[in-house]
Every structure is written in structure tokens, then in C-alpha cells.
């Protein structure tokens, strides 16, 4: 109910005099699609209720990992500064020889199941997402339903691009209000796109399907691909992006990538970008170094040893927010095509930077695993703490929108906070 009140109060704000007339028309249109998918959609914030309480938790599990792992080489010099890494080699020079598509060129989404494996005996013994993964595994690329190809045209300095899902649209428009807004700062043009698939529920396809177009028809700002929106069918966003992005944004210097729960300083990326302007092969985010592969069969990111048998994962940045510059994105859409498809996404991208040789660099601003782990920490509601930060992980609509305002009033914080 509120989130719909919100919504529309949100519309009728932005609206001038001139356009009521129409505008009344959009609102009955939205407010009758809204009635009709209400049972619909309050069952999906049930559904992203638990799922957010139980990624908590999951999450907790992949950061104790990187305690353990790595301690050492969180420690920065200066606020900004990172550490260098080794130069990339001609590996990715190779990759991105050969001249791609110069429009999305997938039009048929038919792609059949693969069964000639389904009688092995390590493929009977999986549970049935795994199963379910491996059979379309071979599925690389589908139609895509919505496109902005004008979203790059010129040049872009930061494109932010944000996973999202057909029913969390108070997200996105929380995200469009907040640190999402298109802009210009101090001369650099920010743009903002959101990452959909379909609904992975056929009853509830159409009824959101519309809303969404609506949503586009507003706001112009959705990319949507003709696959199921799934955890494991992330890795397809991924590589999905890369190659639109290939596509279409030659002219694109950065890109942060993230979730659509994060609070994420444009601000401060945008001076973390000016300090490292000179680096090549940026990727920075909240790097994990020597996590292991999960093992616990009730983990959400569990992954049996038929999948992937070796003890560690390649370095890698978590997918809950994390910034790469544009030639990268473009090699890396080149090493992504010369490996199979991994569920786990933020994986999957490790797993092509280590095609490139390229490793990831690890900043302490980026808190995409969860914050300090004692929930009572005052780290938590501090805002001058989110006003030192780059990205963080997991807020709500409303606890955002909090967060938004106080950051930006006119709090004094004595210097950037440290991170330890
Ligand atoms: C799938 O699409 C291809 C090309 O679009 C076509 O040749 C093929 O017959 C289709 N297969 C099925 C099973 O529809
Ligand atoms: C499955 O079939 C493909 C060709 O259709 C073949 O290349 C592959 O080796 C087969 N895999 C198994 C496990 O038989
Ligand atoms: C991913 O999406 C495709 C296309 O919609 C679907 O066939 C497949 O089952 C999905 N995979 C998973 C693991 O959800
Ligand atoms: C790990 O997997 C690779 C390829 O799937 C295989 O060649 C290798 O034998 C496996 N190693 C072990 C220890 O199972
Ligand atoms: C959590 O932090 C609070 C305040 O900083 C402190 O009083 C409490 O003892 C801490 N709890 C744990 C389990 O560390």
C-alpha cells in the first residue's frame, strides 16, 4: 500500500501545471495496473522480505571467509589511494581484436535443453537448480526486449548500471531520486540504467510486464533481456551487459555496477576516479582473495564439486557494487566468451579478470558484504560514516532514503572517517 502512494505522489511532484490533464490520465493508468497486481506484488515484497533476512546471513558466511583469508592487505596509505597492481598483458589486446556486432544481434530465444549428459551418474546425484542449470547452461545470449542504445551516445564519464527485478520498482525509484539521478558534476555526465530479465513467474509475467514498460515509458532507463531473472541466471546479466555495453558505449570511460539495495556516494567515486585516472585496467571493489567455494549444502551460494573442483576462487570483487573502466568491460566481455558459464556471478567475473591477467584492486570504502558484522555498531547509523563511503550494502527504500537526506544535509564531519 504505501510504496503505491509513494509512487504516485512521486509522479504528480515532478509533473508541471501544463501537463495535469495527461497526467491524471498516467495515474488512473498506473493506479488500475497497481490494483490489479496488488495481491501479486504484495506476495513479492513477502518473498524479497526473507530473502534479503536470509542473504544476511549468507552473506555473513562469504565475509568470514575474507577474515580469515586476508588481513593484511586492507590497509591503505592515503584516502583514496590504492594499491598498484601488476600491468595487464597483450591477452586481453588479443580478445578484443575481432570486430563485434554493431547492434544486439540475438532475435530467437529458442534454445533447446542439453540431455546427452543427463544420464551420468555425477549429473543424477545434483539438486534440481544445478540440474536445471547445466541443462541450459550452453544458452549464452537472448533477444532483448528493452533497449536504450541512446544512453551512450557521446561521451559518458560514469554509467551506472544497477541489477534489478521486475517487482522491486520502489528500489529503482528510490535509486532514480537518490544516487541515481542522471547528472552532470563539475563537468562529468552521469548516466543510469537498470539490468532486468523476465519474471521467473509465468501468473505473474504479464501484469508486471506491463508496469514495467510503463515504467520505461517514463523514465527511459530499463534494459531487458529475454531470459528468467534467477540467482543463478545473474551470470547472464553479467554477460549480457558486457556485450551490450561493447556494443553500444564505445565512448564510456567508467561503469559502476552494483545492486539495487546499496547506498553509493557518486561524489566520492567521482574523486576516487580523478586519483586513479592514470591506472589502467581499474577494477576496484570489495575484493575477496582466497575465498573458498562453499561446500554447506543449505548455503545460497553452495557449489558441489562436480561444478568446480579446485580449493580456491581467483580473486574477485563482490556484485553488490563495484566500478571498472570502459576498455576494461570491453576485454572483459572478450574473456567472459572463452569460459563456461558459472552460477555464482561475481565469481564468474573473477574467474575473466583471471583470463586477462588482470587483478582486482581491493578498497575499504566498498562495504558490499555486509557492514561491521555487531549489528549495534553505531558504524551503522553513522552518517558521517556513509558520507565517507564509496558503496553500501544493504539498505532498504525508506533506510536510504533516510540515509540520503542525512548525508546530505548539512552534516560537518570532522575528515573522512577510517574504515578500521
Ligand atoms: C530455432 O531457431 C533457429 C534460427 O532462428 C531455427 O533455424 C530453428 O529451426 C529453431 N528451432 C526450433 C526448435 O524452433
Ligand atoms: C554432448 O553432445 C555434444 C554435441 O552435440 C558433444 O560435443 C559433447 O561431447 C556431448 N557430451 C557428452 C557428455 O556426451
Ligand atoms: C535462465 O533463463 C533461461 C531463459 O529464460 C531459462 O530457460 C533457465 O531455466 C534459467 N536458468 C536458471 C538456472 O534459472
Ligand atoms: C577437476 O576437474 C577437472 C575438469 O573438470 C578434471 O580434469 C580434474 O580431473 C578434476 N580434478 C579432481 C581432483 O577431481
Ligand atoms: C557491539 O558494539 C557495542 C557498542 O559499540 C558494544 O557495547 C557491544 O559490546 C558490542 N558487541 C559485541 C558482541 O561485540
Redesign the pocket.
Known sequence: GGSHFSLLSFFAYRMTARERWRVYKRISFMFFLAVVTLTVLQRGNIMSMQDFQSGRIERQARMELMAEGDKKDSISVNFWKSVQRVESTTEGARLTQKQGPTMWDVTSSNCSVKLNFSSLEWFTGLEANFKQFLLYRHCRYFPILMNHPEKCAGDVDLLMVIKSVITQYDRREVIRQTWGKEQVIDGKRIKTLFLLGTSSNEGERANHQKLLEYEDYIYGDILQWDFMDSFFNLTLKEIHFLKWFSIYCGNTRYIFKGDDDVFVSVPNILEYLEVSKDLKDLFVGDVLFKAKPIRKKQNKYYIPQALYNKTLYPPYAGGGGFLMDGPLARKLYGACETLKLYPIDDVFLGMCLEVLQVTPIRHNAFKTFGLVK?K???LNREPCFFKSMLVVHKLLPPDLIDMWKLVNSDLICSQKMDFL
Open positions: 555487531n549495534t555498531s553505531r
